[in-house]
């Protein structure tokens, strides 16, 4: 059994769509970033590969290629999931915690998920996400960006 811990940040890009975990947050700008900015999945993609020992997100899809310009990453963590299989390893469970004082998650939590649930091959009752708010601390807390931290176990 292997542990894996990500991390990842982003800011706030008026006239993006939001997409966290996979799923569209409407009524809610989106993040700035090289891919579609789902920082939820960036998370968990540096947490499955940590645990894999295969790098980070970055050695794999780095922001300075024109090919992950504005990827899907829900694509990107489907490619992940295959790479730590062929490495022998198979997912457990996930666990997530994005921070953010705007949008609100819970309306969106089971959503998030079955979709991330689908993505990595598991159960939905695998995989953990929870919404905390940074109490307006920092920047994240004065709702200039998102936060996502995952851990995950892989057999």
């Given at each position: 059994m292997r542990i894996g811990f990500g991390?990842?940040?982003?800011v706030f890009e008026a006239?993006?769509?939001l997409v966290l975990g996979g799923v569209p947050i409407p009524g809610c700008d989106g993040l700035k970033a090289h891919s579609d900015g789902d920082v939820v999945i960036h998370a968990l993609i540096d947490a499955l590969f940590g645990a894999a020992a295969l790098g980070d997100i970055g050695s794999h899809f780095p922001d300075t290629s024109e090919r992950w310009r504005g990827a899907d990453s829900a694509a990107l963590l489907a490619a992940a999931v295959a790479e730590v299989s062929a490495a022998g390893y198979s997912v457990g469970n996930a666990d997530i915690t994005v921070i953010c004082?705007?949008?609100r998650l819970r309306p969106h939590v089971e959503a998030m998920r079955e979709r991330l649930a689908e993505l990595m091959g598991v159960e939905t009752s695998c995989v953990s996400v929870k919404g905390k708010t940074n109490e307006k601390m920092d920047a994240v807390g004065e709702g200039r960006g998102i936060i996502a931290q995952a851990a995950v176990l892989l057999g």
């Open positions: 991390y990842d940040s982003h006239g993006k769509p004082e705007r949008p």
